[in-house]
């Protein structure tokens, strides 16, 4: 198995792998507590950026799954040929394992009080342990590794597109979720966000 094919089978793979994954969590966590997806009122930011989040997830799939199947999707991503190192292309593979196991690891962390989004209704403690001690939005730096790697994995037009639209989506997200702790948490937050970085 050359590079090339084994990469489409790992972009098929794990992709598929973290759409099932994140369904079932939500589901699971569905039924033990109230709704856990929460993507603000209609047209407002915080819904724009949940949508563009679940177009760009069903696509980014769909695309991986068809160039297993039908290698001549290539085509239509406008590749960067000039990029198409396999050592870059497989490091940028394990950031994307290294970013979603980060997003994992921060969203675990949160135990009961994950939440999809910004709910102005829970009742929650401000998290300030384990990789919230290092930074304020863990979960979000590995979705921003994951979607780097994604481009070096493969190097397209299209992949570019989703790693710029990402990062931006997820500026907006957490500058929205900033706004909600800062009314929820006041004094406790303000010390927060003066000891720990947003980013790293």
């Not at 190192?85 to 949160?110: E, T």
């Amino acid at each position: 198995m050359d590079d090339f094919y084994a990469l489409r089978v790992f972009l098929a793979a794990f992709f598929t792998f973290v759409a099932v994954f994140y369904t079932t969590l939500v589901v699971i966590k569905n039924r033990k507590q109230k709704k856990v997806v929460c993507m603000g009122p209609r047209f407002s930011q915080h819904w724009w950026n949940h949508v563009t989040f679940r177009v760009f997830r069903v696509s980014i799939w769909a695309v991986c799954v068809a160039r297993l199947f039908a290698p001549s999707t290539d085509n239509y991503l406008v590749r960067f040929s000039t990029l198409e190192l396999p050592q870059l292309m497989w490091a940028g593979a394990a950031f994307m394992v290294l970013g979603f196991g980060l997003a994992i690891a921060a969203n675990f962390s949160l135990g009961k009080h994950w939440r999809s989004g910004v709910d102005s209704t829970a009742t929650q403690q401000l998290v300030s342990h384990g990789l919230y001690h290092i930074s304020r939005n863990p979960a979000y730096v590995g979705v921003a590794v994951a979607q780097a790697g994604f481009f070096m994995a493969l190097p397209s037009l299209f992949t570019l597109v989703c790693l710029l639209v990402g990062w931006h989506a997820l500026y907006k997200q957490v500058r929205i979720e900033e706004v909600e702790l800062a009314h929820k948490f006041a004094s406790q937050y303000q010390h927060y966000i003066q000891s720990v970085p947003r980013w790293l």
